[in-house]
């Protein structure tokens, strides 16, 4: 028929002579079937499982876990009840990426920075664990510590929008109920806080939340947790703070801190409400007093595992911190030429005797007995210095128990760092004391006069309270100084004009590699053996550029390998001490992919809304119970069952 293009086969002799002369037919037919099956390939999208929520229109740009802002195409508006709720312009995830750094880097003052962030995390949660990924050098400093310190003081007057569990003494007889009313059902690490002791800051009370709350940002971004998945916790037990106590604008309980039976009677019923709701949930205790620090760990890591089910309980001022400032010693002797089971050789000197330098010395020298010293023999190289001098024998001090240990019997009680120094003759000067400028021009040269490569280790955060700077501990030891902090220093050029870059003694290269093991492993316990293997982890992730330009730690910005290699390493250590519930020792081979698969990535996902919610929206809630009235809505309540099973598995369900 006229008009209509005729169908048959080829005919190859109108073709231009010599065009086909060197094809034969066979391979003029496999290049139409090829180019046929290429058109008949089907559209793939994305491969992005999309998300299945309950919300609906204003209610999801409420919602920071699921809020894209402006990133919201035409088609989800519409699915979504978004139209109209959003400016026109739709940008992609590279722009709004962009837009935020930039408006970030114009504000003059960490604080401002701080502030202009946490409200980022209010509303859009994937944006701000995109950027703390992308940018963790920069952004470390600011979610975390030294600007967190100030951002806490400052907590209850920035106030605005409650994120996390504040629970009180209020509450109690009632945690469980409390605990239950928080949405999310599957919390996997939470960080807990009485905030008797911040940072170097003493007891902030109920401000104190801001380090839960930059805490679990590290566990996102740096060790791949969902956030969905994070709980955040202030136990509020009130507060010894004057100042607090008569600020008419403080967020807590203006009442004295609990102590005794009472405290722990509240702490036992928290404790007891997370193990009934999250069976195999991490908890990281932090920043908990001296007095009660060690008690809490022991009691619910080893006493209480014999009278009910265990929960795995971590403390980061205690085993965190001991445990990266093993690593460092470790890598310094690597740095040095020797190898990281040197550690028996060294004699440590450690200034400050509260839970978190006892927690040091304590790591550290289960380090030494590892390799094959005996407890009395690895006590032997420690020497303890607190604001009344050397712990030693002494019938007018009082000692922790933990202290105990570390009390000298050979040496003068009360000799001040120089004379002990002097005295005792250190290897490694560690600082945990809060105490700026401790580390005296004459204490550090002494330590550069005995030794070749003396480590210089001001621990104390933030950083106003350092021991000393990095500028003066290259000075001093003519730059010869094993130098880390633990807040961040600028480089230092060296009188040959050689450039150290300083490294910060940051717990970051550690407890979220921890957080992601305990996670996907589902492990009960964090042993020190465990412990022990993160410090080996850490120590072997420099490259030998970083060890040339001065570095004892890796860079912040290879956080995520750093996180990978040590969860690797405690859930080996997990699985093959019986600590892990989800695997067994099959499973040791293809420990990296099976942790690597389980990391949250931030990008936005599809989102498609629960079918229940959608009918009970259109129908009423009583339809929303019915069976689907037909067959199109069956088959699409047959469908996302499937994608929500899918969804939970890649870790977003």
Known sequence: MAGKARVGPLNLSSAAPGLYRAMSLQDLQREETAAVRARLQPWRGTNLTPLRIKSHGHQI?????????THFDMG?????????????????FATQKELVMKNLRSLPSNIDKYVYIENLHDYNETVYHAILLENMEELAPIVYTPTVGDACKQFGYRFNRARGLYLSVADKGHMHAAVGNWPHIDVHVMVVTDGSRILGLGDLGANGMGIPIGKLSLYCAAGGIPPHRVLPVMLDVGTDNETLLNDKFYIGLQKKRLR???????????????????PNAFVQFED??????????????????????????????????????LAGIMSGLVNMGQSVHNLPEQRVLVAGAGSAGVGVASMIAQGMMMQGLSEEEALSRFCLVDADGLLATDPNRKYTLEQKKFVRTDMKSGMSLLDVCKEFKPTVLMGLSSCSGLFTEDLVREMANNNARPFIFPLSNPTKNAECTAEQAYEWTDGKAIFASGSPFDPVTLKNGKVMYTSQCNNMFIFPG????????????ISDTMLYATSVAVANALSDADREEGRVYPQVKNIREVSIDVAVAVARKAIEEGHSKAYSARDIPDLRELLMKKMYTPYYVPLVERTAAVRARHLGPEAARDKPPHYSVKAYDDYMPLVERTARRAGWG
């Open 61 to 69: 740009l409420q919602n920071p876990l699921y809020n894209k802002g």
């Open 76 to 92: 989800e508006r519409d699915r979504l009840g978004l139209r109209g709720l959003l400016p026109p312009r739709v940008l992609d």
């Open 260 to 278: 005794g039976g009472e405290y722990f009677e509240v702490l036992d019923e928290f404790m007891d409400a997370i193990r009934c709701r999250y």
């Open 288 to 325: 908990f007093s001296s007095d009660v620090a060690y008690k809490i760990l022991n009691y619910y890591r080893d006493d209480e595992c014999e009278k009910r089910s265990p929960v795995c309980v971590f403390n980061d001022d205690i085993q965190g911190t001991g445990a990266i400032t």
């Open 514 to 525: 921890i957080g992601l093991a305990a996670s996907v492993a589902k492990c009960t316990k």
